[in-house]
């Protein structure tokens, strides 16, 4: 079952008993970036917080385990899923092993999805952390500036224990969510995920 069919098949949530959603808190506004911004404005995913058929859990994996403001950090070789593996790093710009506590702060994330008995996951993409479709591969500064298909470690994480996680680029998909919290809203069938934009496509053909 695709991603998008595990959407089509959530229930119908009520004011009584709402869709419990797990949100990469800078998508809700949160100011935990790594320059203690909101890493930029996402009306995509702020429209889901003027609910009462939805519960929003939110939670930042960095700024659990590295504080804000913070450095940069990037995965380097591999993805999330490596890292949880064992077989590839993280690494802040100024090369601080951040391994460690990007493992223990995807263990914290999966334990509040888990009690909270989340639905669904809309996480930032592009983060090492919190990236569900595309990644940098290694830092993002500098010459090696290339990105990956593959999810950050919390992501990975949560992927790995059934979770279903969408990034706020994933605009079809989103809609689906918008029609099952919305009895109102009729799906947009123009908007697309992200690995089917051009962008995507021409990036990693
Ligand atoms: S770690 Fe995730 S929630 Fe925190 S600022 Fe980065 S993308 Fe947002």
Redesign the pocket.
């Known amino acids: 079952m695709t991603d998008r069919d595990k959407l089509h098949h959530l229930r119908v949530p009520t004011q009584d008993n709402p869709l419990r959603i797990l949100m990469?808190?800078?998508?809700t506004g949160?100011t935990?970036?790594?320059d203690g911004s909101a890493?930029g404005t996402y009306p995509g995913a702020l429209k889901f917080l003027t609910y009462d058929t939805v519960r929003i859990v939110r939670?930042?994996?960095?700024?659990f385990s590295f504080g804000t403001p913070r450095e940069m950090c990037d995965i380097h070789g591999g993805t999330g899923l490596d890292v949880l593996n064992g077989k590839a790093k993280v690494l802040t710009e100024t090369g601080k092993d951040w391994t460690e506590g990007m493992i223990k702060a995807s263990e914290k994330m999966l334990e509040i999805a888990q009690r909270e008995n989340i639905e669904i996951a809309i996480?930032?993409d592009i983060?090492?952390?919190?990236?569900s479709q595309v990644i940098y591969d290694g830092n993002r500064f500098g010459a090696h500036n290339v990105y990956q298909i593959g999810a950050?470690v919390?992501a990975a994480q949560l992927m790995r224990n059934g979770f279903t996680v969408i990034s706020q680029r994933d605009f079809a998909s989103l809609e689906i969510l918008y029609a099952k919290i919305d009895s109102q809203h009729i799906i947009d069938a123009t908007k697309i995920d992200h690995h089917e934009t051009e962008w995507y496509k021409t990036y990693f053909k």
């Open positions: 990469s808190a800078c998508l949160i935990c970036g790594y890493n939670f930042c994996p960095e700024e996480m930032m983060s090492a952390a919190c990236g950050g919390s």
